[in-house]
């Protein structure tokens, strides 16, 4: 699913009253308020759906795969998102063989 899609889906889930340029600049604010959000490392919790985080990887020491010396890897931050329960147990409903086309 593309973002385009997602603008289609919320204009004709709103209806006639909006126009689907209007819905792309719900969906780009959506979408830029998380971003923003997990730039500050600030959590966002969408209930019912689940929360986008920040989690900081430690510094490690792993190996050059082609010559096998040690090389220390800077900590860093990585975005993550957890689903909510409800999400998951959606997801687990449906079997892996089920395909949706849009």
Do not use: W, Y
Request: net charge positive; hydrophobic share 40%; with cysteine.
């Amino acid at each position: 699913m593309t973002k385009a899609d997602l603008v289609q889906l919320a204009s004709e889930a709103i209806g006639p009253g909006i126009t689907k340029k209007d819905c792309a600049i719900v969906v780009d604010a959506f979408l830029n308020a998380i971003k923003d959000a997990m730039a500050e490392h600030r959590n966002i919790e969408i209930r019912g759906f689940g929360t986008f985080k920040v989690r900081e990887r430690k510094s490690r020491l792993a190996r050059n795969p082609r010559t096998g010396d040690p090389v220390e890897v800077p900590p860093r931050a990585v975005p993550v998102f957890k689903p909510s329960k409800d999400l998951r147990a959606l997801v687990e409903e449906r079997p892996i063989g089920v395909l949706h086309d849009g």
